[in-house]
Structure formats: structure tokens, C-alpha cells
Nanobody, 121 residues
Framework: QVQLVESGGGLVQSGGSLSLSCAAS????????MGWFRQAPGKEREFVAA?????VYADSVKGRFTISRDNAKNTVYLRANGLKPEDTAVYYC?????????????????WGQGTQVTVSS
């Protein structure tokens, strides 16, 4: 069982930056694919970024967001630069026990509780 706890959300002006963190429990963190997803009000949860050895991003955040991880700290990060009002959402951290990168929400086994990111115009 893996428990995930996100932190770092908040309110930021358009063009600003935020860093999100996700702390994971468990001794096999380095073997997991770690992903970030987001869900805006009235919309489905959507893929943002994922990483194990390789990294993949949604087109909407490519060049603005950076996913990284520190396996020694069992933590994955999401650095969001150039934020836009359309980036406003609850951001979720997720873990996948299979080593294959995927953008599919249904392929992730564990989820955090989410952290709110609000971008004002």
C-alpha cells in the first residue's frame, strides 16, 4: 500500500509560479511511475505529467511545467511556471506500480487527496 500526500497549492496571479510536492510512503518508491493529474470544476480529471526514468507531459503544460523526483526522499515534485487561469484545478499526485509510463487515469493504483491551485487573471 502506498500513501500519497500533496502540498504546495495556493493562489497565484497569471504568469506566476508554484511548486507542488507529493510525499509517498513505502520502500519501493523508486520503482513506481509517478504522475500528476488535475481536475477543474465540472471537468474530468486530466493528465499533466508522469515520470519514472523517462518523462511525459500533456501538450497543454509542455515547456511550462517540470516534473521531478527525489527517490531518497520518496517525493515527487511539479514546478509550474507561466501559470494561466485555465491551469486552475485540484492537482493530484498518483502512483503506478507498473514501470510503464501512461497518461491514463485508470492505470494508476494510488492517489493523493489533492491540492488546490487557483490562478487569477
Amino acid at each position: 500500500q502506498v500513501q500519497l500526500v500533496e502540498s504546495g497549492g495556493g493562489l497565484v496571479q497569471s504568469g506566476g509560479s508554484l511548486s507542488l510536492s507529493c510525499a509517498a510512503s513505502g520502500r519501493t518508491f523508486s520503482s513506481y511511475v509517478m504522475g500528476w493529474f488535475r481536475q477543474a470544476p465540472g471537468k474530468e480529471r486530466e493528465f499533466v505529467a508522469a515520470q519514472r526514468y523517462a518523462t511525459v507531459y500533456a501538450d497543454s503544460v509542455k515547456g511550462r511545467f517540470t516534473i521531478s523526483r527525489d527517490n531518497a526522499k520518496n517525493t515527487v515534485y511539479l514546478r509550474a511556471n507561466g501559470l494561466k487561469p485555465e491551469d486552475t484545478a485540484v492537482y493530484y499526485c498518483a502512483a503506478r506500480s507498473s514501470p510503464v509510463l501512461t497518461r491514463s487515469t485508470s492505470e494508476y493504483n494510488y492517489w493523493g487527496q489533492g491540492t488546490q491551485v487557483t490562478v487569477s487573471s
